[in-house]
């Protein structure tokens, strides 16, 4: 079988021999989870999911992720749910990074390999089932949808990486882009879920810092980031969270390109906290 050009956990558990060190990073401003600690010890389970266990890499906590949870879910050949989403206000993203998994929704059936891609809207009636002879990986982003009156809710579509063309930044000779699934000018979306790709060398040339939340699961290659005031090894595997406003910018180490998985809401007002009376 062809491996996957996207970095998936596959848990186990490291040896008694091994050294405690590691690139663990937790601070007010971002944190950093390596690879190596997504291991058996760690994972988590589901109501109504069978055959199927998950790493939760981001969930809303104080001091630390306010928008939105990140799943990283291996589902067991004829594993999956009839229930998977059992909150109604929840939208969700579905990234594959191993294997094939089936979506079903509408009374249409979407099988989706490695690099799939959909979008489920909040209310959605949807399931979900691995009906192949191997183990089935991928990312499950959820944000509690914010509706704004006058606006449409968004539709339930299914892609794939490799039909939508990266966006390139420019000025940068092709060696910034971004994979984008959705419109960035539509504003039924509340929340974007892109693919940035660095090709070896290229750079955030500035410390960016602005409001947008930020969850990056590094798909492929490695990179130095800058994030806060600490310069940071991260590789694939590994999963970062900023807070809005931490600065941030990178070095794509190669010799490969450098790519992430990337969160971010979008598109509303900021709430207002009101004094009492």
């Known amino acids: 079988m062809t491996k996957s050009k996207y970095f998936a956990p596959t848990g ?7 050294l405690l060190t590691d690139r663990a990073v937790f601070t007010d401003a971002y944190a950093v989870i390596p690879k190596g600690t997504m291991r058996d010890i760690v994972t988590s389970f589901l109501p109504f999911w069978d055959d199927t266990r998950l790493w939760v890499i981001a969930r809303p906590l ?5 928008t939105f ?20 206000q929840a939208q969700g993203v579905l990234f594959v990074v191993e294997g094939s998994i089936s979506v079903t ?18 209310g959605l009636e949807w399931t979900l089932s691995n009906d192949s002879d191997a183990v089935a990986r991928f990312h499950w982003i959820r944000k509690a949808y914010e509706a704004v009156e006058g606006l ?3 539709e339930p579509f299914v892609t794939n990486e490799a039909d939508v063309a990266p966006t390139v930044m420019p000025d940068t000779d092709g060696k910034w882009a971004t994979t984008r699934f959705v419109d960035p000018t539509d504003m039924r979306h509340d929340m974007h879920v892109t693919i940035v790709t660095f090709q070896p060398g290229a750079v955030i040339p500035f410390c960016e810092t602005h409001v947008m939340e930020h969850g990056l699961y590094v798909l492929e290659g490695k990179a130095v980031y800058r994030l806060n005031q600490d310069w940071v090894e991260v590789e694939a595997g590994d999963y970062m969270w900023l807070r809005a406003f931490c600065p941030q910018a990178c070095y794509a180490g190669g010799p490969g390109p450098f790519r ?7 598109n509303r007002h900021m709430k207002l906290t009101r004094p009492m009376g």
Do not use: C
């Open 152 to 154: 449409e809710h968004p």
């Open 260 to 266: 992430y998985l990337l969160y971010k809401d979008v």
């Open 105 to 122: 929704f509408d009374g249409a059936i979407h099988v989706m390999g490695e690099g799939g891609y959909a979008y489920l809207p909040a």
């Open 62 to 66: 104080s001091g630390f992720s306010e």
């Open 69 to 88: 949870s990140q799943y990283i879910m291996e589902v067991q050949p004829g594993g999956g749910s009839a229930r998977p989403e059992m909150d109604p």
């Open 12 to 18: 186990g558990h490291p040896a008694q021999t091994e």
